[in-house]
């Protein structure tokens, strides 16, 4: 049955990640390969944790495009949903890792692969037939990119998928700060679940992220669940009818790239098998607090895939 599958659509690409720190790009010794992009990430999360997931976007006729179309197959996420271009390339970032631990990054995108996806592209039988669609933001920052990624929205929404919006904000791919506030609200509306990282409430609001009346006001009327993930300090969740605080698990943090679509990952991964989730409290509870575990997991790996949990290691962890 296609029931509980997760479809998780837009970006999947390289990062490069040098082998030491604190150094310019250029005076880097080595790269490390390291496959990411949030929405692939997402699909890879729920299907280590035993659920079902495909990937939908497009990817260059290139090795970069046919090992990352591999990563998928390798990880149990279907791949029937992506495409391949026969003239752009697959996106990369080219990260330096800062002494202070933070990470700058340089994207190819000239334009990429993943920006030239179109409408007509679409598997919209595979969105069909899927019980939760997964997205991003990124995707819509260019044509045709965009109109595929409205058409997607559209098909899922008709089709009575839940929709769940992770905008998972990258400042430097935007034309400006006012562009990706403007863009990434204006489909803030049609979700069912939308999550966003401290970080990402407070460029959003220019509120406190620990204020609920902030984050209250990206509360809107058919919004079904409201999740906040505030790293070490764990998660804070608002529905119609409850909101409250899921403490995080201590952990000694390594890397804490893929926390945040670990942390989704784990939650579609739940939900898709018992909606029931987004009215119980007490499940919901119970969920975030996985949820958590497998966010406080991947911290203390170094990067997003090869960090993210099975379920048995997730559930070791979670029942310490
Ligand atoms: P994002 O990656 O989107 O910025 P966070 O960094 O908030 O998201 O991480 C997502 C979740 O992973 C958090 O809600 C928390 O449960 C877990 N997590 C992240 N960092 C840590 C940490 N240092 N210790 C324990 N858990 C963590």
Request: aromatic share 8%.
């Amino acid at each position: 049955d296609g029931e509980s599958l997760v479809v998780s659509f837009g970006e999947m690409l390289i990062d490069f990640v040098p082998t030491v720190s604190g150094v310019s790009l250029a005076e880097a010794p080595g790269f490390i390969k390291a496959p990411g992009g949030a929405p692939a990430n997402v699909s890879i999360a729920v299907s280590r944790l035993g659920g079902r997931a495909a990937f939908m976007g497009k990817l260059g006729d290139d090795e970069f495009g046919h090992m990352l179309a591999a990563i998928l197959r390798e990880n149990g996420v279907s791949d029937a949903g992506v495409t391949f271009d026969e003239g752009a390339r697959t996106a990369l970032a080219f990260v330096t890792l800062r002494s202070d631990g933070e990470r700058e990054f340089m994207f190819y995108r000239n334009p990429s692969a993943d920006m030239l996806l179109t409408p007509a592209e679409l598997d919209l039988d595979l969105i069909r037939r899927a019980k939760v669609f997964h997205y991003g933001s990124i995707s819509l920052i260019t044509e045709p990119c965009r109109s595929a990624h409205l058409k997607a929205l559209e098909v899922a929404k008709e089709a009575g998928l839940l929709l769940s919006y992770d905008p998972n904000l990258r400042l430097p791919l935007w034309p400006s700060a006012a562009d990706a506030k403007e863009q990434i609200l204006s489909i803030w509306d049609q979700a069912d679940i939308i999550k966003v990282s401290d970080v990402e409430l407070e460029f959003l609001t220019g509120g406190d992220s620990l204020d609920d009346e902030v984050a209250l006001t990206l509360w809107r009327p058919n919004l079904k669940l409201l999740l906040v993930t505030l790293g070490e300090k764990g998660c804070k969740y608002y529905t119609q009818d409850f909101r409250g605080a899921v403490a995080a698990f201590r952990v000694k943090q390594v890397d804490t790239t893929g926390a945040g679509d670990a942390f989704v990952g784990a939650l579609l991964s739940k939900i898709v098998e018992d909606m029931s989730v987004l009215q119980d409290e007490n499940k919901l509870r119970e969920v975030l607090r996985f949820a958590n575990a497998c966010g406080a997991i991947t911290t203390t790996k170094k990067g997003a895939i090869p960090a993210l949990p099975n379920l048995s290691e997730a559930l070791a962890f979670f029942e310490k």
